[in-house]
């Protein structure tokens, strides 16, 4: 057989990597919530990515509350920073010196997951951090992020909450695209509103190209990729429309695929009515622009808590359990659990 050039390999890993990420939301490979078992003794664990586009909207001081949140309700959670260019996830949570880190996963100097997961002062609840990244070369490869996604899945946990970093690299959507429920992270103001569209919009055509099968189909969604394209296809409907001339079949996977794909949103450091109603608006955007029915899932206020708790690296329940934000916090993580494990596996759950 004739050797596979080096570029089309890396573009084959590339695909692998985004289609491993993709089977979270796979149709087929997927039971229906209502179908999952009791949390401990389902074989895959639920996985949340928290992402956003911009930076400083507050993804990591989210996913390490909620991830603490979880744990507290009595799932086995590991929290992961895949932000290799700025991890801290391990400070909201209070380990100082990581001993390990996904970098090592990168680098190859370790290869099962499992290994890089460390214990915090919460009990159910590990860190995978993301300390002590390569500074040439931060992204793992598209043979390292394919082993990767498939070891963050095969790990014995309820819940992996993924903490994504900023921007749009390829390998920042597949970490978003991972898991189940991706919850995108809005600050109330246009910067952030204009990345969280850029980003809806490159995991809305990863997931598209993967869920297609014919190549030509496939090509066509990466053209239009670019938003300037020539043959004048802007938005997800023309692009349907254009998949619909082209194949039948490709077309009923785009709808289902539209279906399947639920972003979850919440609003952070909200300080008014009208920033609340800020997550309404982009739920309108997701269905109206993209097809897509997103969930509300909730808001958080700005608080001064929220500071003293990552100077303490102490959740903000506990740090200010009375707090509106840490009221809310809670009421976002009852609503994922109650997503993730039907009532007679929450007989455990600590309320
Ligand atoms: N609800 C809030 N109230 C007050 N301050 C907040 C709130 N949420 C986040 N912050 C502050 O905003 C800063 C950025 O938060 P965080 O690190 O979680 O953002 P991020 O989206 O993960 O950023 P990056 O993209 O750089 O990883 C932190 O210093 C944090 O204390
Ligand atoms: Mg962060």
Same mark, same amino acid.
């Given at each position: 057989?004739?050797?596979?050039?080096?570029?089309?390999?890396?573009?084959l890993?590339?695909r692998?990597?985004? *289609?491993? @990420? +993709?089977?979270g939301?796979?149709? #087929?490979?997927?039971?229906?919530?209502?179908? =999952? $078992?009791?949390? %401990?003794?389902?074989?895959?664990?639920?996985?949340?990515?928290?992402?956003?586009?911009?930076?400083?909207?507050?993804?990591?001081?989210?996913?390490?509350?909620?991830?603490?949140?979880?744990?507290?309700?009595?799932? *086995?959670? @590991? +929290?992961?920073?895949?932000?290799? #260019?700025?991890?801290?996830?391990h400070?909201? =949570? $209070?380990?100082? %010196?990581?001993?390990?880190?996904?970098?090592?996963?990168?680098?190859?100097?370790?290869?099962?997951?499992?290994?890089?997961?460390?214990p915090?002062?919460?009990?159910?609840?590990?860190?995978?951090?993301a300390?002590?990244?390569?500074? +040439?070369?931060?992204?793992?490869?598209?043979?390292?992020?394919?082993?990767?996604?498939q $070891?963050?899945? %095969?790990?014995?946990?309820?819940?992996?909450?993924?903490?994504?970093?900023?921007?749009?690299?390829?390998?920042?959507?597949?970490?978003?695209?991972?898991?189940?429920?991706?919850?995108?992270?809005?600050?109330?103001?246009?910067?952030?509103?204009?990345?969280?569209?850029?980003?809806?919009?490159?995991?809305?055509?990863?997931?598209?190209?993967?869920a297609?099968?014919n190549?030509?189909?496939?090509?066509?969604?990466?053209?239009?990729?670019?938003?300037?394209?020539?043959?004048?296809?802007?938005?997800?409907?023309?692009?349907?429309?254009?998949?619909?001339s082209?194949d039948?079949?490709?077309?009923?996977?785009?709808?289902?695929?539209?279906?399947?794909?639920?972003?979850?949103?919440?609003?952070?450091?909200?300080?008014?009515?009208?920033?609340?109603?800020?997550?309404?608006?982009?739920?309108?955007?997701?269905?109206?622009?993209f097809?897509?029915?997103?969930?509300?899932?909730?808001?958080?206020?700005?608080?001064?808590?929220?500071?003293?708790?990552?100077?303490e690296?102490?959740?903000?329940?506990?740090?200010?359990?009375?707090?509106?934000?840490?009221?809310?916090?809670?009421?976002?993580?009852?609503?994922?659990?109650?997503?993730?494990?039907?009532?007679?596996?929450?007989?455990?759950?600590?309320?």
């Open positions: 057989m004739a050797p596979v050039p080096e570029r089309g390999r890396r573009l890993l590339e692998r990597a985004a *289609r491993i @990420a +993709a089977e939301h796979s149709i #087929e490979a997927h039971p229906s919530r209502a179908s =999952l $078992g009791p949390a %401990r003794a389902r074989r895959r664990p639920h996985v949340v990515a928290l992402g956003g586009g911009k930076g400083g909207v507050g993804k990591t001081f989210l996913a390490s509350n909620l991830a603490a949140e979880l744990a507290r309700l009595g799932l *086995r959670t @590991a +929290a992961v920073d895949t932000d290799l #260019e700025g991890a801290n996830l400070t909201w =949570l $209070g380990v100082t %010196r990581p001993a390990a880190s996904l970098a090592d996963f990168v680098a190859g100097r370790e290869t099962d997951a499992a290994k890089l997961l460390l915090t002062r919460y009990e159910r609840l590990e860190l995978v951090a300390t002590h990244g390569h500074l +040439a070369a931060a992204h793992p490869s598209g043979a390292r992020r394919v082993e990767l996604l $070891g963050l899945r %095969r790990l014995d946990r309820d819940v992996i909450v993924v903490d994504c970093g900023a921007g749009l690299h390829p390998a920042v959507i597949d970490y978003f695209l991972v898991g189940e429920d991706g919850i995108l992270v809005i600050h109330p103001e246009a910067t952030s509103l204009e990345n969280a569209y850029a980003f809806l919009r490159a995991a809305f055509y990863r997931r598209m190209q993967l297609m099968m190549h030509q189909v496939q090509g066509r969604v990466a053209e239009c990729m670019d938003q300037r394209n020539e043959r004048g296809i802007r938005t997800p409907h023309d692009l349907l429309r254009e998949v619909q082209m039948s079949d490709d077309a009923r996977r785009f709808v289902e695929t539209m279906r399947a794909m639920r972003p979850r949103i919440v609003v952070n450091e909200v300080s008014s009515a009208e920033d609340v109603r800020l997550g309404f608006a982009v739920r309108n955007v997701c269905r109206t622009y097809g897509l029915e997103a969930e509300y899932l909730g808001y958080l206020n700005r608080d001064e808590a929220v500071r003293q708790a990552l100077r690296g102490r959740p903000v329940s506990e740090v200010a359990p009375q707090s509106d934000v840490a009221i809310y916090l809670r009421r976002i993580a009852r609503k994922l659990v109650d997503g993730i494990a039907p009532a007679p596996a929450r007989a455990g759950v600590h309320a």
